[in-house]
C-alpha cells in the first residue's frame, strides 16, 4: 500500500520537472536568458504603450521585437524599437507561457498531494471506501486548488516603474537585464 503512494507521489513529481522544461533555448540558442518576456512599454506624458520581447538593456535604453514568436526570429520578419529612457514611464512585464507553465505544475503537484491527504485523512464514517476512491477525490480537489493558485502566480506581472528618470532606470537596470534575450 505505502509502495503504491509513493509510487504515484514520484511519478508525479517527475512529471512536474519534465513539465517545466523552456523549449525556447531550441529557438533562439543559448543568447543569455532562454526565457521569453512580454514587455508592456507604458510611454512617459502619454498614454501610448509598445509591446513586444525584451530584447536587449543598452546604457540608456531598451530594446524591444516585435516579434512573439521564434519560428520570426528564425525567418527574421521582426523590428526592433530602442526606447530612451526618458520616454519611459513604467515597464510592466511577464513570462511567455508562464501563466500555464505554472498551472500545470501546480495541477500535478496538487493532485499528487490531495491524493496523498486524501488517502491518509479520509474517513469512513458510513461505510468504507475504496482506496482508488479516496486517491482520486483527494487528487481531484487538490489538482484543481493546485492549478488555480499556479496559474494565478505565474500570471503576475512584473512592474518597474522608469518615470522617465535616468536614476530609477539606472537602479532597475540589472533587475531589467534578467528578463532581456540578450543579457550581457
Do not use: H, R
Amino acid at each position: 500500500m505505502n509502495k503504491i503512494v509513493f509510487t504515484i507521489i514520484a511519478f508525479f513529481f517527475f512529471c512536474s520537472i519534465s513539465a517545466q522544461e523552456d523549449t525556447t533555448k531550441y529557438l533562439f540558442g543559448n543568447m543569455g536568458n532562454s526565457n521569453l518576456y512580454y514587455i508592456w512599454v507604458s510611454l512617459y506624458q502619454s498614454s501610448t504603450k509598445l509591446t513586444g520581447v525584451l530584447s536587449e538593456i543598452k546604457d540608456s535604453s531598451i530594446v524591444i521585437s516585435n516579434s512573439v514568436s521564434g519560428k520570426d526570429s528564425l525567418k527574421g520578419k521582426f523590428e526592433f524599437s530602442a526606447i530612451e529612457y526618458k520616454s519611459i514611464d513604467i515597464i510592466k512585464l511577464q513570462e511567455k507561457n508562464g501563466g500555464a507553465n505554472a498551472a500545470l505544475s501546480g495541477g500535478i503537484l496538487g493532485f499528487a498531494l490531495g491524493a496523498f491527504l486524501g488517502l491518509i485523512f479520509s474517513q469512513d464514517i458510513f461505510q468504507p471506501k475504496p482506496v482508488g476512491t479516496k486517491l482520486l477525490s483527494g487528487g481531484i480537489s487538490g489538482g484543481i486548488a493546485g492549478a488555480l493558485i499556479g496559474g494565478m502566480t505565474g500570471s503576475a506581472q512584473i512592474v518597474i516603474p522608469i518615470n522617465g528618470n535616468f536614476e530609477n532606470f539606472k537602479k532597475n537596470k540589472s533587475k531589467l537585464k534578467n528578463y532581456a534575450i540578450k543579457n550581457y
